[in-house]
């Protein structure tokens, strides 16, 4: 399979990603792949390929949950199991809001955490114990930048948790301890 053009572009609230081929021999499908990293991949879609072809032929796919940074590339599967990959593309949405839980510490009953957004946000937070159980649901908001942020947590057991940060579909998770008290 000989590819002669891999793109994408940004059209309204989806990315849009376009490929052309000018031969195809025993192609069985692409698989289009993102990541947020370059290094982690994940599948989006498949595109069923042609088994043989002489004449160019157009590609496209939709990604309509991009992220604010997306690197994408294309696994090319033969007939016979044979995987090639394409060149990299990035497309960068800076519209989209971008969340980081930087830091989550439990200090008494006192759990603090730090947050980094590029945008104004109101999200929902968890806690969720080594079972899945969730043990407190709680409503917050970040600004732009970084924010620190306490919760009071009277009575929770010593043990291993999860802060779980949810907004729109994006989610972030911390592990945090509950240590026993100490004076």
Not at 33 to 41: C, I, N
Not at 69 to 79: C, E, G, M, N, S
Not at 138 to 156: E, H, M
Request: aromatic residues 10%; charged residues 25%.
């Amino acid at each position: 399979v000989r590819i002669k053009e891999f793109t994408g572009w940004k059209a309204g609230s989806k990315n849009i990603l376009k490929s052309i081929t000018v031969e195809e021999s025993d192609n069985d499908y692409f698989e289009i792949q993102r990541s947020v990293d370059g290094q982690d991949f994940i599948a989006l879609g498949r595109i069923q390929g042609q088994e043989y072809s002489q004449s160019e032929r157009q590609y496209l796919f939709d990604d309509n949950s991009p992220k604010v940074r997306a690197v994408y590339r294309l696994k090319q599967v033969d007939i016979d199991g044979r995987i090639t990959y394409s060149k990299f593309i990035e497309i960068s949405r800076s519209e989209i809001p971008s969340l980081d839980l930087v830091a989550v510490r439990m200090v008494y009953d006192q759990l603090n955490l730090i947050l980094k957004s590029s945008q104004k946000l109101k999200m929902q937070l968890s806690i969720i114990d080594m079972q899945g159980r969730v043990v407190k649901v709680d409503w917050i908001s970040c600004d732009v930048g970084i924010t620190n942020l306490s919760r009071t947590l009277p009575g929770l057991p010593m043990g291993q948790y999860y802060a779980v940060v949810t907004y729109d579909r994006e989610k972030k998770v911390k592990a945090f301890m509950r240590a026993a008290n100490t004076h």
